[in-house]
């Protein structure tokens, strides 16, 4: 390979290979885990400076190159039954100039028809129907196969499960629609306010949220954040009408949701026409969109223009510049969140992006802070784009000094004076006066009553800062001893929102242990994590012998949270807090039947693959757990069997013969837990 590669200049050479390097990190990143830290402008930039330098060395030539497929969000962990396309999901190429734009229209045939299509923000879908029932939902994956995520897709209330009889059109023994799977604005504004209160990482758009929640396990939490979609292209045998336009329309009379805003287009004025247009409309729509997708109309002459290996040669894409503004960077202000956690803020001379005002964003840590070299006064660039979140990206070129920055995080909380303190590893700065500190109590307050919590109502933002003020909230115990005088007496409240509040507060007295702890709010211990620690400590008084050995022996518990746990439990303030909660009535004990309905699999790894009839994936997933087994989505000598239903994956299949893994029938597996139960 090295004398391969001989007569290629050392620079170039070494550019090719980070190139590749980094945009495969970037694709896994994007598509994996949605989290990328490269925008799409630089991602493009950067993916056609490669095809330039490997255009110009062919004797570098990697089938594996980025340039050569698509990028991935196939995963081993997913846990989703994986299929091959039908027919491949390849990317479309993307321009950021008009003036390219223009040079695609006059290439294609002469009086060629253009559709123009507003390009959603979100994650692709493949939708198949049989016989007009739709029975797999398989995500982009690689391009060739993907993941089957059909029971979260059927959260999704616009996708028909079953296609209607229409007079005078026939429906096709089979049937593909694609489409983007998308989570509306302001689902995805709800969506990060919960994730804010919780102190959880936020989504930085809505693309990126939807992503992780189609590959969620729980379909019911799919269901609730509020996914939609819109279907854009038709393929299979038989099927109605010559044009792409055509077919649409006919998708749109089986109840595919299909966007009102395509346009057949004839020259380059009206596809520029279009895109003037919705340039400065698509601010008003209720879903993301970063750009415009053109596509040739007529089917034929979508045959003959063809494909390259990674690309169709009958679209292209238009991808808008993301928003960006200069102004100034008036101050810094530091917020204080329930763990402690300091956020700097920058407080902005008010700046117009994306349709809204922006007058703050936030700074995230010191770090980021110091990798822009910002201060006080500077002149910074914001930017917003497809993301909803505003976010500063660097300051003003003439507006650097390095040999003048000067900036200095606070040492002591704003709030409470305290000084701070910074955990060896962490990037943040946090108050440790827990136990005084105003915007710690309410927020820990905020947390203790959310939904997926004690869930009580009526205790809102608003509600508990006025009970807070009047010094009838201090902790969360404080709450049971809430009187009906004490709240119908507050400003905006009275008897009748006083007795809900009563009400509320008494229910959550039936919430099971595993909200109760996760109500608590021990840092780092998610609603999923408190699960896992009370299936495997199911009483408070459990728990509190638990070691640092022990609960990083359950599945997702590193050292760290272990070390929270303990921490947290071995504190004579949280322990006397807990004394009175169990006082006043709360569930620190699981039921015998808190997600425990036997023995039967204790000690065992399952996989699952396949599709079922009697209960879903998810439903049999809970029964392992309840069961005492563990969910696995990989096959390995550990497995102890694998739940096999119809269309088992093959590769699974085959590791299975190969390490002499058993496979169970639906029907044996049911008979397993029914005939081995014990209490």
């Given at each position: 390979?090295?004398?391969?590669?001989?007569?290629i200049?050392?620079?170039?050479?070494?550019?090719?290979?980070?190139?590749?390097?980094?945009?495969?990190?970037?694709?896994?990143?994007?598509?994996?885990?949605?989290?990328?830290?490269?925008?799409?402008?630089?991602?493009d930039q950067?993916?056609?400076?490669?095809?330039?330098?490997e255009?110009?060395?062919p004797e570098m030539?990697?089938?594996?190159?980025?340039t050569?497929?698509?990028?991935?969000d196939?995963?081993?962990?997913s846990?989703?039954l994986?299929?091959?396309?039908?027919?491949?999901?390849?990317?479309?190429?993307?321009?950021?100039?008009?003036?390219e734009?223009?040079?695609?229209v006059k290439k294609?045939p002469?009086d060629?028809?253009?559709?123009?299509?507003?390009?959603?923000?979100?994650?692709?879908?493949?939708l198949?129907?049989?016989?007009?029932?739709?029975?797999?939902?398989?995500t982009?994956?690689?391009?060739?196969?993907?993941?089957?995520?059909?029971?979260?897709?059927?959260?999704?209330?616009?996708?028909?499960?079953t296609?209607?009889?229409?007079?005078?059109?026939?429906?096709?023994r089979?049937?593909?629609?694609?489409g983007?799977?998308?989570?509306?604005?302001?689902?995805?504004?709800?969506?990060?306010?919960?994730?804010?209160?919780?102190?959880?990482?936020?989504?930085?758009n809505?693309?990126?949220?939807?992503?992780?929640?189609?590959k969620?396990?729980?379909?019911?939490?799919?269901?609730?954040?509020?996914?939609?979609?819109?279907?854009?292209?038709?393929?299979?045998?038989?099927?109605?009408?010559d044009?792409?336009?055509?077919?649409?329309q006919?998708?749109r009379?089986?109840?595919?949701?299909?966007?009102?805003?395509?346009?057949?287009?004839?020259?380059?004025d009206?596809?520029m026409?279009?895109?003037n247009?919705?340039?400065?409309?698509?601010?008003?729509?209720?879903?993301?969109?970063?750009?415009?997708?053109?596509?040739?109309n007529?089917?034929?002459?979508q045959?003959?223009?063809?494909?390259?290996?990674?690309?169709?040669r009958?679209?292209?894409?238009?991808?808008?510049?993301?928003?960006?503004?200069?102004?100034?960077l008036?101050?810094?202000?530091?917020?204080v969140g329930?763990?402690?956690v300091i956020?700097?803020?920058?407080?902005?001379?008010?700046?117009?992006?994306?349709?809204?005002?922006?007058?703050?964003?936030?700074?995230?840590?010191?770090?980021?802070?110091?990798?822009?070299?910002?201060?006080?006064?500077?002149?910074?660039?914001?930017?917003?784009?497809?993301?909803?979140?505003?976010?500063?990206?660097?300051?003003?070129?003439?507006?650097?000094?390095?040999?003048?920055?000067?900036y200095?995080?606070?040492?002591?909380?704003?709030?409470?004076?305290?000084?701070l303190?910074?955990?060896?590893?962490?990037?943040?700065?946090r108050?440790?006066?827990?136990t005084?500190?105003?915007?710690?109590?309410?927020?820990?307050?905020?947390?203790?009553?959310?939904?997926?919590?004690?869930?009580?109502d009526?205790?809102?933002?608003?509600?508990?800062d006025?009970?807070?003020?009047?010094?009838?909230?201090?902790?969360?115990?404080?709450?049971?001893?809430?009187?009906?005088?004490?709240i119908?007496?507050?400003?905006?409240?009275?008897?009748?929102?006083a007795?809900?509040?009563?009400?509320?507060?008494?229910?959550s007295?039936?919430?099971?242990?595993?909200?109760?702890?996760?109500a608590l709010?021990?840092?780092m211990?998610g609603?999923?994590?408190?699960?896992?620690?009370?299936?495997?400590?199911?009483?408070?008084?459990?728990l509190?012998?638990a070691?640092?050995?022990?609960l990083?022996?359950?599945e997702?518990?590193?050292?760290?949270?272990?070390?929270?746990?303990?921490?947290?439990l071995?504190?004579?303030?949280?322990l006397?807090?807990v004394?009175?909660?169990?006082?006043a009535?709360?569930?620190?004990?699981?039921?015998?039947?808190?997600?425990?309905?036997?023995?039967?699999?204790?000690?065992?790894?399952?996989?699952?693959?396949?599709t079922?009839?009697?209960?879903?994936?998810?439903e049999?997933k809970?029964?392992?757990?309840?069961?005492?087994?563990?969910?696995s989505g990989s096959?390995?000598?550990?497995t102890?069997?694998?739940?096999a239903?119809?269309?088992?994956?093959?590769?699974?299949?085959?590791?299975?013969?190969?390490l002499?893994?058993?496979?169970?029938?639906?029907?044996?597996?049911?008979?397993?837990?029914?005939?081995?139960?014990?209490?």
């Amino acid at each position: 390979m090295e004398d391969l590669f001989s007569e290629i200049e050392a620079p170039e050479r070494e550019e090719i290979i980070a190139l590749r390097k980094e945009l495969e990190e970037q694709n896994y990143r994007y598509y994996v885990l949605n989290a990328p830290t490269m925008s799409d402008r630089e991602f493009d930039q950067k993916m056609r400076r490669l095809q330039d330098l490997e255009k110009y060395h062919p004797e570098m030539d990697d089938p594996k190159s980025p340039t050569k497929h698509v990028g991935s969000d196939l995963s081993k962990k997913s846990g989703f039954l994986q299929i091959t396309h039908k027919y491949p999901m390849l990317s479309l190429a993307n321009t950021y100039s008009r003036e390219e734009v223009e040079d695609w229209v006059k290439k294609l045939p002469q009086d060629v028809e253009i559709v123009c299509e507003l390009k959603f923000d979100g994650l692709s879908i493949s939708l198949w129907y049989e016989d007009g029932l739709l029975t797999h939902a398989v995500t982009r994956g690689d391009g060739v196969k993907g993941d089957d995520v059909l029971n979260n897709i059927k959260t999704i209330p616009s996708i028909p499960w079953t296609l209607p009889q229409i007079a005078g059109m026939e429906s096709p023994r089979f049937l593909e629609m694609r489409g983007e799977v998308l989570l509306p604005w302001k689902n995805f504004e709800r969506l990060n306010q919960e994730r804010e209160m919780d102190e959880e990482p936020l989504f930085a758009n809505p693309r990126n949220a939807a992503s992780g929640t189609l590959k969620l396990q729980d379909a019911k939490e799919v269901a609730r954040r509020g996914l939609d979609t819109y279907l854009y292209y038709m393929l299979g045998d038989n099927l109605p009408a010559d044009t792409h336009y055509d077919r649409l329309q006919s998708a749109r009379r089986w109840g595919f949701p299909i966007s009102e805003h395509v346009e057949v287009c004839h020259s380059v004025d009206e596809v520029m026409a279009y895109i003037n247009t919705w340039d400065t409309k698509r601010k008003d729509l209720p879903v993301a969109t970063d750009g415009i997708v053109l596509k040739v109309n007529n089917l034929q002459q979508q045959q003959a223009l063809g494909y390259t290996a990674k690309t169709p040669r009958w679209p292209i894409a238009y991808k808008f510049p993301a928003e960006k503004q200069l102004t100034l960077l008036r101050s810094i202000t530091y917020q204080v969140g329930r763990t402690g956690v300091i956020t700097p803020v920058a407080n902005l001379d008010p700046v117009q992006l994306s349709g809204t005002v922006v007058q703050r964003a936030t700074l995230h840590n010191e770090d980021f802070i110091r990798s822009l070299h910002i201060q006080e006064g500077d002149r910074v660039w914001v930017e917003k784009g497809g993301e909803i979140i505003p976010k500063i990206t660097g300051k003003e070129e003439d507006n650097i000094d390095e040999n003048n920055y000067s900036y200095t995080f606070p040492t002591v909380c704003p709030e409470c004076g305290a000084t701070l303190v910074r955990v060896e590893g962490e990037a943040a700065w946090r108050c440790p006066n827990e136990t005084n500190c105003p915007p710690q109590i309410k927020g820990k307050l905020e947390h203790f009553v959310s939904r997926k919590a004690m869930n009580i109502d009526g205790l809102g933002t608003e509600t508990i800062d006025l009970l807070y003020s009047q010094h009838l909230l201090h902790d969360i115990a404080d709450i049971y001893n809430l009187k009906a005088t004490d709240i119908a007496r507050q400003e905006r409240l009275g008897e009748k929102s006083a007795q809900n509040i009563l009400d509320g507060i008494e229910r959550s007295k039936q919430v099971p242990w595993a909200r109760v702890l996760f109500a608590l709010g021990i840092k780092m211990v998610g609603e999923t994590t408190a699960k896992k620690i009370a299936r495997r400590f199911p009483s408070i008084n459990a728990l509190q012998q638990a070691d640092r050995e022990q609960l990083t022996a359950i599945e997702d518990v590193g050292e760290q949270i272990a070390d929270n746990v303990v921490a947290w439990l071995h504190e004579p303030a949280n322990l006397a807090l807990v004394e009175r909660l169990a006082e006043a009535g709360l569930t620190m004990t699981a039921e015998e039947n808190d997600n425990v309905m036997g023995n039967a699999l204790e000690g065992k790894t399952i996989v699952i693959s396949g599709t079922f009839t009697q209960h879903s994936r998810d439903e049999y997933k809970t029964l392992i757990e309840a069961y005492g087994g563990k969910n696995s989505g990989s096959v390995s000598s550990k497995t102890s069997f694998i739940l096999a239903g119809e269309n088992m994956g093959p590769e699974k299949r085959k590791k299975a013969e190969t390490l002499g893994v058993a496979l169970l029938t639906e029907d044996e597996f049911l008979q397993l837990i029914n005939t081995n139960t014990t209490k």
